[in-house]
């Protein structure tokens, strides 16, 4: 995902710097996804259709995370980030506490971990999914800033052979904020096929592969989105056979530094949900 969110709350706390997400989450989290992600099932507008949303949660934890954690309808995924890249060099007592009581809640933690495009060293992203499960415990691996391209698919499939390895059934979220070549879907549990603000996702081409797989198998994520814009964007979201969507108002380096403004309305969808 982009500029990051943990890092960012970090820093907005007087602790850190900034994180960064490629396209989708740093989250300081857990993709509340925490890899910094929470996931919704919400009402694609007033049919019975639904995509489940998951929250990249790329704040510090105080009343953002208690909004998401605590509600009636609790995300279902959250993603933790604490660096620009990863887990950082030390387990941090404030994010255990409140992955904990994620996890209490029923809510799936990833931990964020930047592959940069395959630039980044494979044993450092190793370290980050070993810290991940040792300090908080976590689900699973969400690896941001990921390549879309088919060259690169051996560096994926090495850090998926290793998660495995640590977690055999722990889920691996891939973003590379963008539809990559299809034999991603052979080492990605979810694939981020998209990544950017609402006037960009109106028009994007879904390639014809997409819907040979579950909805389950993909995400979007859609910044930049109005009050009156954001339920026809969950309508998009589950036309283009994406079962994870996250809608957000939020605009800038890190819009995922907090909640969208219209999140309890968001939640009150997900309970008239029937898909």
């Known amino acids: 995902m982009r500029q990051s969110s943990a890092q960012g709350a970090k820093k907005a706390a007087g602790l850190l710097s900034g994180h ?24 694609s507008s007033t049919t ?17 995370w208690t909004e998401a954690v605590d509600g009636k309808q609790v995300p279902r995924v959250l993603i933790l980030d604490l660096t620009d890249t990863g887990a950082g060099a030390a387990p941090e007592p404030a994010f255990q506490s409140v992955v904990k009581i994620a996890k209490a809640a029923g809510i799936t933690v990833l931990g964020y971990s930047s592959t940069q495009y395959a630039n980044r060293p494979a044993a450092q992203v190793e370290a980050d999914v ?3 499960k040792a ?10 800033e ?8 051996a560096y994926y499939r090495q850090i998926a052979q290793y998660i495995h390895k640590i977690s055999p059934t722990a889920p691996i979220w891939i973003n590379p904020g963008t539809y990559p070549a299809r034999i991603y879907m052979t080492v990605a549990s979810v694939v981020m096929a998209f990544e950017g603000p609402y006037t960009s996702y109106e028009h994007i081409q879904v390639p014809g592969w997409t819907f040979k797989y579950p909805a389950s198998r993909f995400a979007n994520t859609v910044y930049a989105t109005s009050q009156s814009q954001w339920r026809t964007a969950l309508r998009l979201a589950h036309s283009r056979n994406a079962g994870f969507a996250y809608i957000t108002d ?20 997900d309970a008239g949900c029937k898909g």
Not at 48 to 64: D, E, I, K, M, N
Not at 135 to 144: E, T
Not at 259 to 269: G, K
Request: glycine share 10%; hydrophobic share 45%.
């Open 20 to 43: 960064r997400l490629t396209g989708l989450l740093s989250v300081t989290v857990i993709v509340l996804v925490v890899i910094s992600g929470v996931l919704f099932k919400v009402v």
């Open 48 to 64: 019975t259709s639904c995509s489940t949303l998951f929250v990249p949660a790329f704040f510090y934890p105080g009343p953002q």
């Open 130 to 132: 070993r810290h991940y």
């Open 135 to 144: 300090w908080y415990g976590v689900s699973g691996v969400f690896l941001d």
């Open 146 to 153: 990921a390549s879309p391209y088919a060259a690169q698919i």
């Open 250 to 269: 939020g605009t800038g380096s890190n819009p995922y530094g907090a909640l969208p403004a219209y999140f309890q309305s968001e939640t009150l969808a």
